[in-house]
């Protein structure tokens, strides 16, 4: 009996200092890619701009939220396309991308298929290799890549997807009911439910402490990636979004970018907003948001066509009073990064092609139009060391082709830059757009002049 006793007493010893040490390698992992690479590599913020390996590090970027798609092996995949659309993005000076890490799946019509995650805890790993690989590729043009964690509009799942699992009811589409404030507000809801945060750290950690399958690289030790982003336009709610509502959102803001710090300290974090016009135009918002020492620096985007200022019908009779706007919006921005004292990106701009059309034949006249009034009014305070630190144009559609008639993506459809809430072809620059390519490579050159 004192044996059989002993026995036990030993193997219960055994199984305890085993436990042990497997929670110790993991804590020592978590250490050990916290020590990471040398500071110098990754992109940093040095007062009102970003530095990399000790030199200005201006963005002259583009949106690719499809790019880790075509890096997986499965039959969304196509690395031969990836490389392809790597190297003329660098041809064409570009040296960042904004790319969506994590999609959710959904079952309505204007979600991208497959997702990273199919419920809880469940991942598409090959969908991960494909973030990977991307990274890989990346690294060996000297690029660098914005990861965005989550999504406030539906066409990746998103926020409003995680709230259909916490309590099971269907997510709605607000392509069909056109009941956007009830959508947003549903979105919004995420920020609020303990099991939609509990669950969403759980993915973000599942992110960031993944170790590359293709370079074995960390991706904490990993300067390829310059930022972590909360999410793809996070807002605090609808248009009718009240003080608490706002003051829950800035909460959010803190709370889950102090945790991705603890993940994470090398590698810079930012929220993803729009602006103003995510805030529901509430300047102070604004500033509470990107105001926390975890938030390193500021993003807003700009859609005025989206945004009423102008008619697509009718660009030539709306068009000095919307960019008007659009100029003050652009202007307005930088002067608040300056009194937070944080580097801003313009992370988020498009237009139409001629006449609202989709169809990759028409003219890009107005939105060449767009795109160089828009570099014009950058340029001078990017020379003047104010708090601009560069763009990403939306979106890059490349090689990518729709023979649809009704120009709506379909799951085996061409990954592009227009997402499948849009018409393909609506904001997107193809390969073939000569003129609107012309208009962004010169201004990279312009940006890469400071770069050194």
Same mark, same amino acid.
Request: with cysteine; charged share 25%; aromatic share 12%.
């Given at each position: 009996?004192?044996?059989?006793?002993?026995?036990?007493?030993?193997?219960?010893?055994?199984?305890?200092? *085993?436990?042990?040490? $497997?929670?110790?390698?993991?804590?020592?992992? $978590?250490?050990?890619?916290?020590?990471?690479?040398? !500071? !110098?590599?990754?992109?940093?913020?040095?007062?009102?701009?970003?530095?990399?390996?000790?030199?200005?590090?201006? /963005?002259?970027?583009?949106?690719?939220?499809?790019?880790?798609?075509?890096?997986?092996?499965?039959?969304?995949? %196509?690395?031969?396309?990836?490389? +392809?659309?790597?190297? %003329?993005? +660098?041809?064409?000076?570009?040296? =960042?991308?904004?790319?969506?890490?994590?999609?959710?799946?959904?079952?309505? %019509?204007? $979600?991208?298929?497959?997702?990273?995650?199919?419920?809880?805890?469940?991942?598409?790993?090959?969908?991960?290799?494909?973030?990977?690989?991307?990274?890989?590729?990346?690294?060996?043009?000297?690029?660098?890549?914005?990861?965005?964690?989550?999504?406030?509009?539906?066409?990746?799942?998103?926020?409003?997807?995680?709230?259909?699992?916490?309590?099971?009811?269907?997510?709605?589409?607000?392509?069909?009911?056109?009941?956007?404030?009830?959508?947003?507000? #549903?979105?919004?809801?995420?920020?609020?439910?303990?099991?939609?945060?509990?669950?969403? #750290?759980? @993915? $973000?950690?599942?992110?960031?402490?993944?170790?590359?399958?293709?370079?074995?690289?960390?991706?904490?030790?990993?300067?390829? /990636?310059?930022?972590?982003? *909360?999410?793809?336009?996070?807002?605090?709610? =609808?248009?009718?979004?009240?003080?608490?509502?706002?003051?829950?959102?800035?909460?959010?803001?803190?709370?889950?970018?102090?945790?991705?710090?603890? *993940?994470?300290?090398?590698?810079?974090?930012?929220?993803?907003?729009?602006?103003?016009?995510?805030?529901?135009?509430?300047?102070?918002?604004?500033?509470?948001?990107?105001?926390?020492?975890?938030?390193?620096?500021?993003?807003?985007?700009?859609?005025?066509?989206?945004?009423?200022?102008?008619?697509?019908?009718?660009?030539?009779?709306?068009?000095?009073?919307?960019?008007?706007?659009?100029?003050?919006?652009?202007?307005?921005?930088?002067?608040?990064?300056?009194?937070?004292?944080?580097? /801003?990106?313009?992370?988020?701009?498009?237009?139409?092609?001629?006449?609202?059309?989709?169809?990759?034949?028409?003219? @890009?006249?107005?939105?060449?139009?767009?795109?160089?009034?828009?570099?014009?009014?950058?340029?001078? &305070?990017?020379? !003047?060391?104010? &708090?601009?630190?560069?763009? %990403?144009?939306?979106?890059?559609?490349?090689?990518? #082709?729709?023979?649809?008639?009704?120009?709506?993506?379909?799951?085996?459809?061409?990954?592009?830059?227009?997402?499948? !809430?849009?018409?393909?072809?609506?904001?997107?620059?193809?390969?073939?757009?000569?003129?609107?390519?012309?208009?962004?490579?010169?201004?990279?050159?312009?940006?890469?002049?400071?770069?050194?």
């Amino acid at each position: 009996m004192k044996k059989i006793k002993y026995m036990r007493l030993w193997a219960t010893l055994l199984t305890f200092c *085993l436990s042990s040490a $497997v929670i110790a390698a993991d804590q020592k992992n $978590v250490v050990d890619q916290k020590k990471a690479a040398p !500071q !110098q590599d990754f992109v940093k913020v040095n007062g009102t701009r970003f530095e990399k390996s000790g030199k200005p590090y201006y /963005i002259a970027g583009t949106n690719m939220w499809y790019a880790s798609y075509l890096g997986a092996t499965t039959k969304v995949g %196509n690395r031969t396309r990836l490389a +392809k659309e790597l190297d %003329n993005l +660098k041809a064409l000076g570009v040296n =960042n991308l904004r790319v969506l890490a994590v999609s959710e799946k959904s079952d309505i %019509n204007s $979600v991208v298929k497959p997702a990273t995650t199919n419920g809880f805890g469940n991942y598409d790993e090959e969908l991960l290799k494909g973030l990977d690989y991307l990274l890989a590729e990346l690294a060996k043009r000297d690029m660098t890549v914005v990861l965005y964690l989550n999504n406030y509009w539906q066409w990746s799942g998103g926020m409003s997807q995680y709230m259909s699992w916490v309590d099971g009811k269907p997510m709605q589409d607000p392509n069909v009911t056109k009941d956007w404030e009830g959508f947003m507000a #549903r979105s919004a809801s995420f920020y609020q439910s303990e099991k939609a945060q509990e669950e969403f #750290r759980k @993915t $973000v950690k599942k992110i960031i402490t993944r170790v590359n399958t293709v370079n074995g690289k960390a991706y904490t030790s990993d300067a390829t /990636i310059m930022s972590w982003q *909360l999410a793809n336009e996070p807002r605090p709610g =609808n248009n009718s979004t009240t003080d608490k509502e706002k003051k829950i959102y800035v909460d959010w803001i803190n709370g889950i970018t102090a945790y991705i710090k603890e *993940l994470d300290p090398h590698h810079l974090v930012s929220t993803g907003s729009e602006g103003l016009m995510g805030s529901v135009r509430d300047e102070k918002l604004f500033i509470d948001a990107h105001s926390g020492k975890h938030v390193d620096y500021l993003t807003y985007h700009m859609w005025i066509r989206n945004w009423g200022w102008i008619d697509k019908t009718n660009f030539a009779g709306t068009w000095d009073a919307g960019w008007a706007k659009g100029k003050e919006y652009l202007t307005s921005h930088i002067a608040i990064a300056k009194i937070i004292g944080k580097p /801003i990106v313009l992370e988020e701009f498009g237009l139409d092609r001629d006449g609202g059309a989709y169809d990759i034949k028409s003219a @890009t006249k107005v939105r060449d139009q767009f795109y160089t009034q828009v570099f014009e009014v950058l340029w001078t &305070p990017m020379q !003047q060391g104010e &708090p601009i630190a560069g763009y %990403n144009f939306w979106a890059w559609n490349g090689s990518a #082709r729709t023979a649809r008639p009704n120009y709506w993506w379909q799951e085996g459809d061409d990954l592009m830059g227009d997402p499948p !809430q849009e018409e393909q072809g609506m904001y997107g620059i193809y390969d073939s757009d000569a003129s609107t390519i012309a208009i962004i490579k010169a201004f990279n050159t312009k940006i890469q002049s400071l770069n050194k």
